[in-house]
Antibody, heavy 118, light 105 residues
Framework: QVQLQESGPGLVKPSETLSLTCNVSGVSITNYYWNWIRQPPGKGLEWIAS???????SYNPSLKSRVSISIDTSKNQFSLRLTLVTAADRAVYYC????????????WGQGALVTVSS | SYELTQPPSVSVSPGQTARISCSGDKLGNKYVSWYQQKSGQSPVMVIY???LRPSGIPKRFSGSNSGNTATLTISGTQPVDEADYYC????????FGGGTKLTVL
């Protein structure tokens, strides 16, 4: 059974960097494509970035300048960094797995709420 | 940038058929997936590649995609189907629709 679990600080100061990690269990991280998706409270879903274990990445153009995503195969986890955060980055951040590479999201973590405040 | 448009809300009586639309330019040329998100929970994929159901998704969920519109159909809608539904496609980037709140009353 594939499970994803986000972890990281729930509070980040404005202009600082948001860092989250997604621990993957039940499947090797070398098998699928891995994504970050966020959802501001009460609003819709916004895709952030995607990465395969081979290193190919894809980013939402509106966030590309502030986002980086990486994979640690030794720990079977992948990570998100979002720099220069503002209040607009307050959201539930989900990690998600794509089995096929067709940009469908078969597996989702439970989500991690990140608040931006001083 | 590419946009997907969904109605904000759809209401249906139990046992009836609910249809949720998703429109976008030449959407029929792209693969569409649909996600169900119940209150306080993570999204769950209910349809992928326009009309395929993942394992474990009830047969009452079906999808279609042609022209500029994709449609999620829930036949014999049940109260447990009340949720937000999002369509999603890819156009040089992953794009989600704004979501539709399905009310079963």
């Amino acid at each position: 059974q594939v499970q994803l679990q986000e972890s990281g600080p729930g509070l980040v100061k404005p202009s600082e960097t948001l860092s989250l990690t997604c621990n993957v269990s039940g499947v090797s991280i070398t098998n699928y494509y891995w994504n970050w998706i966020r959802q501001p409270p009460g609003k819709g879903l916004e895709w952030i970035a995607s990465m395969s274990y081979r290193g190919s990445t894809s980013y939402n153009p509106s966030l590309k300048s502030r986002v980086s995503i990486s994979i640690d195969t030794s720990k079977n986890q992948f990570s998100l960094r979002l720099t220069l955060v503002t209040a607009a980055d307050r959201a539930v951040y989900y990690c998600a797995g794509d089995k096929t590479g067709y940009n469908f999201f078969d597996y989702w973590g439970q989500g991690a709420l990140v608040t931006v405040s001083s | 940038s590419y946009e997907l448009t969904q109605p904000p809300s759809v209401s249906v009586s139990p046992g009836q058929t609910a249809r949720i639309s998703c429109s976008g330019d030449k959407l029929g040329n792209k693969y569409v997936s649909w996600y169900q998100q119940k209150s306080g929970q993570s999204p769950v994929m209910v349809i992928y590649k326009d009309d395929l159901r993942p394992s474990g998704i009830p047969k009452r969920f079906s999808g279609s995609n042609s022209g500029n519109t994709a449609t999620l159909t829930i036949s014999g809608t049940q109260p447990v189907d009340e949720a937000d539904y999002y369509c999603q496609a890819w156009d040089n980037s992953v794009v989600f629709g704004g979501g539709t709140k399905l009310t079963v009353l």
